[in-house]
């Protein structure tokens, strides 16, 4: 399976990637890109079966991807990891088709738990 990791912050998108090698998801192809607009351009060339995406970046913030990607009629399985998630984010990111919203810090179990139906 191959996933895409959008996170405007390096250091973010490699511990991101440093986690889902540790939940056990180190098998699988992972790509990744630095805003929203990098990130749309790359799906439609290559769509990824799951998208892990930061919710503020500049240029093209998460949830203006996603509605992107709706508009597109391209359904990608899409989730939020994100350092806020008050509810009214999480009903936002539900709203427009999100499948989960991780909220940081994370471990490697809450990867496993809300990633494991997606990866498996």
Known sequence: MNIMVVDDSLAMRLIVMKTLREAGFDGHDIVQAEDGA??????KSDEPDLVLCDWNMPNMTGPELLQ????????????FVTTEA???????????????????????????????????
Do not use: C, D, H
Request: aromatic share 10%; charged share 30%; no cysteine.
């Open 38 to 43: 990098k990130a749309l351009e790359a799906i």
């Open 68 to 79: 992107a990607l709706n508009e597109e009629g391209i359904n990608v399985k899409f989730g």
């Open 86 to 120: 008050s509810e009214e984010m999480r009903a936002k990111a539900s709203e427009l088709g999100a499948r989960f919203l991780i909220a940081k810090p994370f471990t490697p179990e809450t990867f496993q738990e809300k990633l494991g139906p997606y990866l498996n």
